[in-house]
């Protein structure tokens, strides 16, 4: 339970002997209750659209408007932290309307990052934890032969 929450109920268990249960019961119930990754996904995406009618200052890139709990003079920035901490795909999705390549270089390490593979070469420049991360230096897969191990193998005095 997230710290918020936690106020939220502590308050209600002090202020539950002075409302009717019903009433007690029916907003613990709401405190409680999980949402769905998407349900949260979608009501971010509505406030998202609401944060674009917004209007902002393009010099000083602060609002000029109350949004939500932020008042005027609010830089964006602290605003796209706050979708960026809750929504789950990021606030690139959000700001590049889910295009599929928002961040190109981002998608392209990412792919490279797939290629690494479990490593026992320890004393490697490429070793990373017990991985090797040679791809991502040079783009393609080291050259491993049965005969001779890891031709493209660096020794690193560091890690010995």
């Given at each position: 339970?997230?710290?918020?929450?936690?106020?939220?109920?502590?308050?209600?268990?002090?202020?539950?002997?002075?409302?009717?249960?019903?009433?007690?019961?029916?907003?613990?119930?709401?405190?409680?209750?999980?949402?769905?990754?998407?349900?949260?996904?979608?009501?971010?995406?509505?406030?998202?659209?609401?944060?674009?009618?917004?209007?902002?200052?393009?010099?000083?890139?602060?609002?000029?408007?109350?949004?939500?709990?932020?008042g005027v003079g609010i830089h964006?920035?602290?605003?796209?932290?706050?979708?960026?901490?809750?929504?789950?795909?990021?606030?690139a999705y959000l700001l590049y309307?889910?295009?599929?390549?928002?961040?190109?270089?981002?998608?392209?390490?990412?792919?490279?990052?797939?290629?690494?593979?479990?490593?026992?070469?320890?004393?490697c420049q490429f070793n990373h934890?017990?991985?090797?991360?040679?791809?991502?230096?040079?783009?393609?897969?080291?050259?491993?032969?049965?005969?001779?191990?890891?031709?493209?193998?660096?020794?690193?005095?560091?890690?010995?």
């Amino acid at each position: 339970m997230n710290e918020v929450k936690r106020q939220a109920t502590e308050t209600m268990d002090e202020l539950h002997q002075t409302i009717p249960y019903c009433s007690y019961c029916a907003v613990m119930d709401g405190l409680q209750e999980i949402e769905t990754l998407r349900d949260r996904d979608e009501e971010l995406e509505k406030l998202w659209a609401e944060f674009g009618d917004v209007p902002m200052n393009p010099e000083t890139e602060c609002i000029e408007a109350p949004f939500m709990g932020w008042g005027v003079g609010i830089h964006r920035e602290e605003i796209w932290s706050w979708f960026d901490q809750r929504y789950s795909k990021g606030i690139a999705y959000l700001l590049y309307g889910g295009a599929e390549d928002y961040v190109p270089e981002t998608k392209r390490l990412y792919g490279l990052r797939k290629r690494c593979f479990e490593c026992e070469s320890r004393s490697c420049q490429f070793n990373h934890d017990g991985e090797c991360r040679f791809v991502l230096v040079h783009e393609r897969e080291p050259q491993i032969t049965e005969a001779d191990g890891c031709i493209d193998y660096d020794y690193s005095e560091e890690n010995t």
